[in-house]
Nanobody, 128 residues
Framework: QVRLVESGGGSVQAGGSLRLSCSASGNTTSSKWMGWFRQAPGKQREGVARIYTPTGFTSYTDGSVKGRFTISRDNAENTVYLQIHSMKPEDSAMYYC????????????????????WGQGTQVTVSS
């Protein structure tokens, strides 16, 4: 079991920045991929960035995310970060941290990896 706790969300103006944090605990050894997802009201949860924690390899969703979002990790602290720059109102959503694996039923596939350990989410609101 992997427990994930997000923090760092809040309200910002367009053009601003935020850094989200995700602290992982429990049996994290087998969850080598960590990801950030977001879900706006009435929309499906979508992956925005993922990181392979043993090497730091990163991957981002094409589109408006690329170039503005940076995922990173501190393996010693079992923490994954999502830095967001040049924020836009369309970035407003609940942001979730996720870890590879989890219950075999359900989950979200992102970049060929199934994520089904989830944090409680942190709300991000961007005003114009």
């Amino acid at each position: 079991q992997v427990r994930l706790v997000e923090s760092g969300g809040g309200s910002v103006q367009a053009g601003g920045s935020l850094r989200l944090s995700c602290s992982a605990s429990g049996n994290t050894t087998s969850s080598k991929w960590m990801g950030w997802f977001r879900q706006a009201p009435g929309k499906q949860r979508e992956g925005v960035a993922r990181i392979y924690t043993p090497t730091g390899f990163t991957s981002y969703t094409d589109g408006s995310v690329k170039g503005r979002f940076t995922i990173s990790r501190d393996n010693a602290e079992n923490t994954v970060y999502l830095q967001i720059h040049s924020m836009k109102p369309e970035d407003s959503a609940m942001y979730y941290c996720a870890a590879e694996g989890g219950p075999t039923y359900g989950g979200v596939w992102y970049g060929g990896v199934r994520f089904n350990f989830w944090g409680q989410g942190t709300q991000v609101t961007v005003s114009s």
